[in-house]
């Protein structure tokens, strides 16, 4: 049984900066990749980055250049370091993790953490 529990959402003025968190207990096998979604009001949910145990990453276009995903396979951790945040990027983002590879949706999600870009 995998959980995940994200953490850092909040409210930030455009341009700013924010870090998400997220902290996965269960299988190792079932954190092969880990990664991040977001779903915006009336919207599909939408892969944002994902990052693989061995390090390897994907980025949506929308967020190449201001958002970086990392991880510590130690502490079974994923995090989301976005910059010059735009409106746009308002959404309630999802951890999720699973056991095969990038681009690809694992079963296992956290609760969400809601994202407001606003000034």
């Known amino acids: 049984q995998v959980q995940l529990v994200e953490s850092g959402g909040g409210l930030v003025q455009p341009g700013g900066s924010m870090r998400l968190s997220c902290a996965a207990s269960?299988?190792?096998?079932?954190?092969?990749?880990m990664g991040w979604y977001r779903q915006a009001p009336g919207k599909q949910r939408e892969l944002v980055a994902q990052?693989?145990?061995?390090?390897?990453?994907y980025y949506a276009d929308s967020v190449k250049g201001r958002f970086t995903i990392s991880r510590d396979n130690r502490k079974k951790m994923v995090f989301l370091q976005m910059n010059s945040l735009k409106p746009e990027d308002t959404a309630v983002y999802f951890c999720?993790?699973?056991?095969?590879?990038?681009?690809?949706?694992?079963?296992?999600w956290g609760q969400g953490t809601q994202v407001t870009v606003s000034s």
């Open positions: 999720n993790a699973g056991p095969a590879g990038l681009r690809s949706t694992g079963d296992n």
């Open positions: 269960g299988s190792i096998f079932a954190l092969y990749v």
């Open positions: 990052i693989t145990r061995d390090g390897n990453s």
